[in-house]
């Protein structure tokens, strides 16, 4: 069973950018897809951005794809969100989330594909 752990939230001011990391360990034999979803208070989780095990297929939500960059190092188990511009609205938790794959260009936006997840790391825009 593969683990996953987010770091990099925090808070910082509109318009400033972070750095989210997704680092998994357990089982990383396995071949994983990653999406990042959020959530903020009183809201459901929502997609934000998701990536296929090779790293060369990748997914946004419409809405963030400008300002939101999802990549991957798979030698050191990492996923990153590179998230840019940042706005109030963006304040929420950010999850990953793992699935197995047989096929390196698979990758999924809804959250029911994924059946690990991260515990979450806060993000914090102040206006």
């Known amino acids: 069973q593969v683990q996953l752990v987010e770091s990099g939230g925090g808070l910082v001011q509109t318009g400033g950018s972070l750095r989210l990391s997704c680092v998994a360990s357990g089982r990383t034999s396995d071949n994983i897809a990653v999406g990042w979803f959020r959530q903020a208070p009183g809201k459901e989780r929502e997609f934000v951005a998701a990536?296929?095990?090779?790293?060369?297929?990748?997914d946004y939500a419409n809405s963030l794809k400008v300002r939101f960059t999802i990549s991957r190092d798979n030698a050191k188990k990492m996923v990153y969100l590179q998230i840019d511009s940042l706005k109030p609205e963006d304040t929420a938790i950010y999850f990953c989330?793992?699935?197995?794959?047989?096929?390196?260009?698979?990758?999924?936006?809804?959250?029911?594909?994924?059946?690990?997840w991260g515990q979450g790391t806060q993000v914090t825009v102040s206006s």
């Open positions: 990536i296929s095990w090779s790293g060369r297929n990748t």
């Open positions: 989330a793992a699935m197995q794959v047989f096929d390196s260009s698979t990758y999924s936006n809804s959250a029911y594909s994924y059946n690990i």
